[in-house]
Nanobody, 120 residues
Framework: QVQLVESGGGVVQPGGSLRLSCVASGNIVSSNVMGWYRQAPGKERELVATITTGGTTNYGDSVKGRFAISRDNAKNAVTLQMNSLKAEDTANYYC??????????????WGQGTQVIVSS
Protein backbone atom coordinates (compact mmCIF):
# COMPACT_ATOMS: atom_id res chain seq x y z
CA GLN A 1 0.00 0.00 0.00
CA VAL A 2 0.97 3.62 -0.52
CA GLN A 3 0.01 6.64 1.53
CA LEU A 4 0.22 10.26 0.42
CA VAL A 5 0.22 13.14 2.86
CA GLU A 6 -0.32 16.65 1.53
CA SER A 7 0.27 20.00 3.17
CA GLY A 8 0.37 23.67 2.31
CA GLY A 9 -3.08 24.68 1.18
CA GLY A 10 -4.83 27.79 2.40
CA VAL A 11 -6.25 31.15 1.49
CA VAL A 12 -4.28 33.64 -0.57
CA GLN A 13 -5.02 36.86 -2.39
CA PRO A 14 -4.92 37.07 -6.19
CA GLY A 15 -1.35 37.49 -7.36
CA GLY A 16 0.01 35.71 -4.31
CA SER A 17 1.91 32.47 -3.93
CA LEU A 18 1.49 29.16 -2.16
CA ARG A 19 3.56 26.02 -1.95
CA LEU A 20 2.04 22.56 -1.73
CA SER A 21 4.00 19.57 -0.53
CA CYS A 22 3.30 15.85 -0.63
CA VAL A 23 5.20 12.90 0.77
CA ALA A 24 4.56 9.34 -0.31
CA SER A 25 5.27 6.36 1.90
CA GLY A 26 4.88 2.61 1.59
CA ASN A 27 5.80 0.36 -1.33
CA ILE A 28 7.10 2.95 -3.80
CA VAL A 29 8.70 1.38 -6.85
CA SER A 30 11.53 3.25 -8.53
CA SER A 31 9.58 3.78 -11.75
CA ASN A 32 6.92 6.31 -10.91
CA VAL A 33 5.41 9.66 -11.73
CA MET A 34 4.28 12.08 -9.05
CA GLY A 35 2.00 14.99 -9.63
CA TRP A 36 -0.84 17.26 -8.70
CA TYR A 37 -4.37 17.43 -9.95
CA ARG A 38 -7.16 19.76 -8.92
CA GLN A 39 -10.91 19.80 -8.82
CA ALA A 40 -13.04 22.90 -8.50
CA PRO A 41 -16.68 22.72 -7.40
CA GLY A 42 -18.87 21.48 -10.23
CA LYS A 43 -15.91 20.70 -12.47
CA GLU A 44 -13.97 17.58 -13.39
CA ARG A 45 -10.58 16.81 -11.93
CA GLU A 46 -7.83 18.22 -14.14
CA LEU A 47 -4.09 17.93 -14.49
CA VAL A 48 -1.98 20.58 -12.81
CA ALA A 49 1.52 19.13 -13.18
CA THR A 50 3.43 15.89 -13.14
CA ILE A 51 7.10 14.98 -12.81
CA THR A 52 8.96 11.76 -13.46
CA THR A 53 11.82 10.41 -11.38
CA GLY A 54 14.10 11.70 -14.11
CA GLY A 55 12.74 15.21 -13.78
CA THR A 56 10.59 15.40 -16.89
CA THR A 57 7.65 17.71 -16.21
CA ASN A 58 4.23 18.20 -17.73
CA TYR A 59 1.90 21.10 -16.96
CA GLY A 60 -1.72 21.85 -17.57
CA ASP A 61 -2.15 24.72 -20.01
CA SER A 62 -3.80 26.99 -17.45
CA VAL A 63 -0.82 26.91 -15.08
CA LYS A 64 2.14 27.00 -17.47
CA GLY A 65 4.55 29.77 -16.58
CA ARG A 66 3.02 30.28 -13.13
CA PHE A 67 3.43 26.95 -11.35
CA ALA A 68 6.57 24.86 -10.90
CA ILE A 69 6.74 21.24 -9.82
CA SER A 70 9.79 19.62 -8.29
CA ARG A 71 10.58 16.42 -6.43
CA ASP A 72 13.02 14.80 -4.07
CA ASN A 73 13.38 11.18 -5.14
CA ALA A 74 15.18 10.15 -1.97
CA LYS A 75 12.23 11.33 0.13
CA ASN A 76 9.47 10.40 -2.34
CA ALA A 77 8.31 13.97 -2.03
CA VAL A 78 6.85 16.37 -4.55
CA THR A 79 6.37 20.12 -4.26
CA LEU A 80 4.18 22.49 -6.25
CA GLN A 81 5.17 26.15 -6.18
CA MET A 82 2.21 28.25 -7.24
CA ASN A 83 2.82 31.87 -8.20
CA SER A 84 0.64 34.60 -9.65
CA LEU A 85 -2.43 32.85 -8.33
CA LYS A 86 -5.81 33.65 -9.82
CA ALA A 87 -9.33 33.20 -8.55
CA GLU A 88 -9.78 30.39 -11.06
CA ASP A 89 -7.01 28.43 -9.33
CA THR A 90 -9.37 27.92 -6.40
CA ALA A 91 -9.87 24.16 -6.01
CA ASN A 92 -9.04 21.10 -4.00
CA TYR A 93 -5.57 19.97 -4.98
CA TYR A 94 -4.76 16.28 -4.94
CA CYS A 95 -1.35 14.68 -4.85
CA UNK A 96 -0.97 11.64 -7.08
CA UNK A 97 1.64 8.96 -7.57
CA UNK A 98 1.49 6.46 -10.40
CA UNK A 99 3.61 3.37 -9.97
CA UNK A 100 4.83 1.40 -12.97
CA UNK A 101 5.52 -2.17 -11.95
CA UNK A 102 6.15 -3.33 -15.52
CA UNK A 103 4.93 -2.53 -19.03
CA UNK A 104 1.54 -4.03 -18.27
CA UNK A 105 0.93 -3.19 -14.62
CA UNK A 106 0.60 0.18 -13.00
CA UNK A 107 -1.37 1.63 -10.15
CA UNK A 108 -2.25 5.14 -9.04
CA UNK A 109 -2.71 6.46 -5.52
CA TRP A 110 -4.25 9.72 -4.37
CA GLY A 111 -3.89 11.97 -1.38
CA GLN A 112 -6.85 13.23 0.58
CA GLY A 113 -6.68 16.68 -0.99
CA THR A 114 -5.80 20.13 0.25
CA GLN A 115 -7.89 23.21 -0.38
CA VAL A 116 -6.57 26.30 -2.10
CA ILE A 117 -8.71 29.42 -2.08
CA VAL A 118 -7.67 32.48 -4.04
CA SER A 119 -9.77 35.42 -2.96
CA SER A 120 -9.45 39.08 -2.11
Amino acid sequence: QVQLVESGGGVVQPGGSLRLSCVASGNIVSSNVMGWYRQAPGKERELVATITTGGTTNYGDSVKGRFAISRDNAKNAVTLQMNSLKAEDTANYYCNVELFYNVLARKAYWGQGTQVIVSS
